[in-house]
């Protein structure tokens, strides 16, 4: 079971995992899937909500029985089985035992990837407004110090192991950290490779390479996304549709993180090394199965050159080549759609012809 945490390179991982699962389960090792029509990812995805008793994502329904569903593929499984999606972080007790009661049959291992807060806070705030929060930066953070919002404590390194981990051996637990920027350039396979450690299996089983990456936005273009959410109503951030706009288009293809990056306060700076010091000591204590460098943990000092830009004091003139762009994308993703209106006068043409043609005896 790897649960997370939320953008530690998890997009990466489950396209690299589902690209792969044919020559992957050719050496024993199986990624669950529901059906060629469905990629594993989705299959992963709806087992969790499922699971956790949530319905989003998707129209109403789309994850009943899924979890169901995978338990059985499991329990048809030998060898290895890795399921994976960052939701189930904090899952809380009663489906966390529910997963060890369906799952008792097999040998449990739970896999745990954390990267310092430095870089996880401002990598949650800029994704939930991905996902439809209109929340400024300010109150998020507010709001993470407190512990109180999904990502934080999905980011709760301790609480998610002790969580997960209750009842396994130490050695069953295995956390991945996510190395600092300069070591995936001089390696940019570090982190795959430390994933497959974590899951036991050789990286030459699974060849062919992920393009997919959950891009990083500056902190112009996530205030831009942020006003948009104020801008339009629940349901239609709700939608399924949304995803595929913001979350695939906009966020994906379209903006990138061409302004200032999003970064943590300098004033949180302290704090937030003093919470990675207790991680590490946690770990040390703990005796689970580290893939990593411990101190990759802890938060480096912002450099110099570059300064910190609050998320919610973006100047207008970033702010509007942003939405300059977004305006842009969709206004080509909507020229690119057929006409909804040709598109019905194709169908009552073609029924007035059925209707009209004479029928054959």
């Not at 192991?161 to 995936?184: F, I, S």
């Not at 982190?191 to 997919?212: K, M, N, Q």
């Not at 590490?280 to 990593?292: A, D």
Request: hydrophobic share 40%; charged share 25%; with cysteine.
């Amino acid at each position: 079971m790897h649960v997370g945490a939320p953008k530690t390179g998890t997009t990466y991982l489950q396209d690299r995992l589902g690209r792969n699962a044919k020559s992957l389960a050719r050496h024993g090792v199986h990624i669950p899937s529901r059906g060629p029509m469905e990629r594993p990812g989705m299959f992963h995805f709806r087992a969790a909500l499922d699971l956790l008793g949530q319905d989003w994502g998707g129209p109403r329904g789309h994850a009943e029985g899924a979890w169901d569903a995978m338990v059985r593929r499991v329990r048809r499984q030998s060898g290895t089985v890795i399921i994976s999606h960052e939701i189930l972080a904090p899952a809380p007790p009663e489906q966390v035992a529910r997963l060890k009661r369906d799952l008792a049959d097999s040998e449990l291992h739970i896999v745990y990837s954390a990267r310092d807060l430095a870089r996880q806070i401002p990598a949650g705030w800029q994704e939930s407004i991905k996902q439809g929060r209109r929340w400024r930066y300010r109150r998020y953070l507010a709001t993470v110090r407190d512990g109180r919002p999904w990502f934080a404590r999905a980011f709760d390194l301790p609480a998610v192991l002790t969580q997960w981990g209750a009842g396994l051996p130490p050695d069953r637990v295995h956390v991945v950290t996510v190395p600092h920027p300069d070591a995936v350039q001089a390696d940019p396979d570090l982190l795959w490779h430390r994933f497959c450690t974590a899951f036991g299996i050789d990286p030459a089983w699974a060849p062919e390479d992920s393009d997919r990456v959950n891009a990083s936005l500056g902190v112009a273009e996530t205030q831009v996304l942020r006003q948009l959410n104020t801008r339009i109503g629940r349901a239609t951030r709700r939608n399924p549709g949304y995803d595929a706009l913001i979350l695939g288009m906009l966020a994906t293809d379209t903006l990138g993180g061409s302004s200032s990056p999003i970064l943590l306060p300098p004033e949180l700076l302290p704090w937030a090394t003093e919470r990675g010091e207790t991680w590490v000591e946690w770990l040390e204590q703990s005796g689970v199965h580290v893939v990593g460098d411990l101190a990759e943990l802890l938060p480096r000092p912002i450099p110099d050159d570059v300064p910190f830009r609050h998320p919610d004091r973006v100047r207008s003139r970033p702010q509007l080549r942003a939405a300059l762009e977004a305006l842009a994308a969709m206004t080509q993703e909507a020229a690119s759609r057929p006409d909804p209106r040709a598109t019905l006068r194709g169908r009552l043409r073609r029924a007035r012809s059925a209707y009209k043609r004479p029928s054959r005896r």
